[in-house]
C-alpha cells in the first residue's frame, strides 16, 4: 500500500531558525530519508517553497494564494510504500517535524 505522509509545520518559525538549528534538522531529514530509501520503502518526497509562493486556480477565475490558509503549513511530504498503516504511522512519527509540528498520514487510493 501507498502513502503520504504530509509534513506541516510554522513557516515562520523555520525561517527564522539560526543557521546551524537549519543544518541540524536537514541533517536529521536526511538519515530519516537514507533510512527509508534503504529499507525500500521510499517512493518519493520533496519540500515545498513557502506558501507565499502558492497559486490556486479556481472555477470562478478568482486565482490567488494557497487554496487553504492553515496553522501550520503544509511544507513538505513523502509518498512511501508499506505493509499497513501501521508501518506509515511507525515512519511518520520518525520523521523530524513530528516533534514541532504534525505529521498527517493518508493512503493513497490504488486503481486497477
Do not use: C
Not at 543544518?23 to 537514507?34: I, N, P, R
Not at 511544507?75 to 513530528?98: F, N, S
Amino acid at each position: 500500500m501507498k502513502y503520504m505522509l504530509l509534513i506541516y509545520g510554522d513557516e515562520a518559525a523555520q525561517a527564522s531558525a539560526t543557521p546551524e538549528q537549519g543544518q541540524a534538522v536537514a541533517d536529521e531529514y536526511e538519515a530519516f530519508t537514507q533510512s527509508i530509501r534503504s529499507s525500500g520503502n521510499y517512493l518519493d518526497g520533496d519540500p515545498f517553497m513557502p506558501t507565499t509562493t502558492a497559486t490556486t486556480v479556481s472555477p470562478d477565475g478568482s486565482n490567488g494564494g494557497p487554496a487553504v490558509t492553515t496553522s501550520p503549513q503544509l511544507l513538505a511530504y513523502y509518498k512511501v510504500e508499506a505493509e499497513g498503516p501501521e508501518q506509515a504511522v511507525e515512519m511518520a512519527k520518525r520523521i523530524p517535524h513530528a516533534r514541532f509540528g504534525a505529521v498527517e498520514v493518508r493512503q493513497v487510493v490504488k486503481y486497477d
